[in-house]
């Protein structure tokens, strides 16, 4: 390839999770970088570019997948992308530090007919273990450019550049002579005979020893691709052949580790001996005193991501105070009054909300992509390995859910260290459940004001209610989203700590937190218009809105759940602002304010001056009661329902999660409300 002006390449970045693709996507591309969803598809999609010596060179960074198998929608797409001709070189990116173990993808990709360049990343941490690779001699085996690298340290870049444009150049193919020698060699011949029954020229990229080696693994996807190019009687004749066919990916697999194996043979060298676990690692990988060392860290780690919150967080909240300068400014050119008030409640309340949201989206990420770095996370996930599996998640997957006791939006965006788009959205709809900190502020209040001594049964009652709502929930979405093959025990090897490469890790978090507040923004900004517009009243006062007399003309319905109007409004509100319930019960009980205001208008917790005389004059025990659990299990915020999204990537699946919500806490309140009225 010559570097003549105009002249364009396409570049895929593949490798198993946190082999460190992202930051080399993040390095490559800067801020020139898009992220959205594969066409028809929830998994994310992230596309930049950079130029070079005239060249413009279009970067995917693909999912992270520890194969090519068709076992999940992420390995399905990467594998797509590769065939269809999306990329002109595929850059590997293996692991230095667990080069045995990372090493499986490259052998799962051989036999696919495109350019590639094997990266060995973490060389640094490698050398730190004591361990030496001679990248020449690898490269000369593969037959393709082997490159040891470090992607945090960008003054590394330029062999990669060079052998991108090496690749590129001579079309290099990785060679599979030896790994071909191994699938033939496996009890009896059944590769032989599966490559026997298939075109010689292979399928597009895909060579016949590489198609060969996937039916025999019992490739769904693969099979019907081939049997399409098959006369009957020899697509009969495969479909027999490979029904007959047992243990046929325990085999493959095998032979892939023995062609890895020979590989690095002589290639890796381990000098002195391999390091024992620390004192700390035994105690983090302890079956008893690990679980209460990781949860004691997380909950530390969420206090910790207040530190580089707050200040954003601050600056958020002063810009509602525009609001008073901004308005008088419009009053002073003769703007009407409805436009001073769409500027001063909903474009600058949601300013407000996106940021307060970022803040702590970017804290959050900040402190526990820190102990992702330094290779803690691991450990958390081992040691909560066979707790979550039961709800069909992974170990880490107890993270968002305890940040949740704080924030959900934390809880969210903490959802970003799990691998699998599957297991991520599950927990999402499980950290839901948790009760956050504006409840904490609410509940107490209500439960005190109505139940007194007994207040705290009812706090008793909605943990045991959250853990049954868990178990319900993970059935629910777990048998729409985890497969039983996909729900075993977690086989894995512990990474190696090593220091936080800061540069790019704030590069990574930079970027993603632009992308969700530029996409937060236009979410909240219609979320809020629609809630002020149904609402408003020309007045402020709250029975001139349409959702006033809404839920008057509703209230024979909304009390079936033990809901009056006000209370449902109130609840209807707690969507939107879960802590301005009781703010949204004082405009409606003793008229002071608007409903939009006391929900939006950072109101807080408090009790307005008379409120608790008029909720005990109007609302019986029951109804106090079956209003607390409906505001404690509906949809936690407008900013996690945000959140939500942005983790997701799926309308589809946020308002199915959200769906799910408002309908499950009417049925707890109605359950509460009609068991309660027969004790109390």
């Known amino acids: 390839m010559t570097s003549t002006a105009g002249a364009e390449a396409s570049i895929a970045l593949l490798g198993q999770p946190n082999s460190g693709k992202s930051t080399l996507f993040n390095a490559l591309t800067g801020a020139r970088q898009r992220v959205g969803n594969w066409p028809g598809k929830t998994v994310e999609k992230k596309e930049g570019y950079y130029t070079r010596a005239g060249v413009h060179y279009h970067v995917a960074d693909l999912p992270g997948t520890y194969s090519l198998s068709a076992n999940s929608e992420e390995e399905i797409i990467t594998r797509d992308h590769i065939a269809s001709g999306g990329a002109d070189v595929v850059c590997i990116l293996a692991d230095s530090s667990q080069l045995s173990r990372s090493l499986f993808m490259l052998a799962d990709y051989a036999g696919i007919r495109c350019p590639a360049v ?19 001699e690898l490269e000369k085996r593969l037959g393709i450019p082997v490159v040891p690298f470090v992607a945090a340290d960008l003054r590394q870049y330029e062999p990669f550049h060079e052998a991108v444009e090496r690749a590129l150049k001579q079309k290099t193919l990785i060679d599979t002579g030896s790994l071909t020698a191994k699938y033939r060699a496996l009890e009896g011949q059944v590769y032989e005979q599966v490559l026997a029954l298939l075109p010689a020229e292979g399928l597009g990229r895909y060579s016949a020893d590489w198609i060969a080696a996937k039916l025999l693994e019992g490739d769904q996807a693969v099979q019907a691709a081939v049997e399409e190019q098959l006369s009957a009687e020899k697509k009969h004749e495969l479909r027999t052949f490979l029904s007959q066919v047992s243990n046929g990916a325990l085999e493959t697999a095998g032979a892939k580790f023995q062609w890895v194996d020979e590989l690095l043979d002589g290639v890796l060298v381990q000098s002195g001996k391999k390091a024992a676990l620390s004192r700390f690692d035994r105690l983090a990988t302890h079956r008893r005193w690990g679980k209460p060392l990781a949860i004691l860290i997380i909950l530390l780690g969420l206090i910790a991501s207040f530190f580089p919150a707050a200040p954003i967080m601050l600056a958020g909240g002063m810009i509602p105070q525009l609001g008073a300068p901004i308005g008088a400014a419009l009053s002073a050119i003769g703007a009407p009054q409805l436009l001073i008030d769409l500027m001063s409640q909903v474009v600058l309340n949601t300013l407000y909300f996106a940021v307060a949201m970022i803040g702590f989206v970017f804290g959050v990420n900040l402190v526990f992509g820190f102990l992702e770095e330094i290779g803690y996370m691991a450990r958390v996930s081992y040691v909560f390995d066979g707790t979550m599996t039961r709800l069909g998640l ?118 993603r937190t632009w992308d969700i507040l530029s996409r937060a923004l236009r979410i909240i900004f219609i979320v809020s218009l629609v809630f002020w517009l149904v609402t408003y009243s020309a007045g402020g006062s709250p029975d001139g809105s349409l959702l006033y007399r809404f839920g008057r003309a509703i209230e024979p319905v909304t009390m079936f759940f033990g809901l009056t109007w006000q209370t449902f409004l109130a609840y209807i509100s707690s969507m939107v602002s879960k802590e301005a319930a009781l703010g949204v019960l004082g405009s409606l009980y003793l008229g002071a304010g608007s409903i939009f205001s006391s929900t939006l208008g950072g109101s807080g917790p408090q009790m307005a001056t008379g409120l608790s005389e008029a909720l005990l004059a109007s609302l019986s025990a029951p109804a106090a009661l079956a209003f607390i659990f409906a505001v404690t299990f509906n949809a936690p915020c407008l900013m996690a329902i945000t959140s939500t999204y942005q983790e997701t990537r799926s309308l589809k699946w946020t308002l199915r999660i959200l769906a799910y919500y408002f309908a499950t806490s009417l049925l707890l309140a109605a359950i509460v409300y009609h068991v309660a009225g027969l004790f109390l």
């Open 394 to 511: 992974q170990g880490k997957a107890v993270m968002p859910l305890v940040v949740s006791f704080g924030c959900t939006i934390g809880g969210a965006a903490g959802t970003r260290v799990i691998d699998s788009w599957a297991q991520r959205v599950l927990t999402i709809a499980l950290a839901w459940v948790v009760p956050c900190a504006a409840t904490w502020a609410i509940v107490p209040v209500i439960a005190s004001l109505f139940f007194g001594a007994w207040a705290p049964l009812v706090i008793v009652a909605i943990f045991v209610v959250a853990g049954l709502h868990m178990l319900v929930t993970a059935k629910v979405f777990g048998s729409r989203l985890i497969r039983d093959e996909d729900r075993a025990g977690l086989i894995m090897e512990l990474p190696p700590y090593h220091r936080p490469r800061w540069g790019a890790l704030l590069r990574s978090i930079l970027v």
């Open 118 to 136: 094997l990266l060995l990343n973490l060389m640094d941490v490698a050398e730190k273990q004591g361990k030496q690779v001679d990248a020449a």
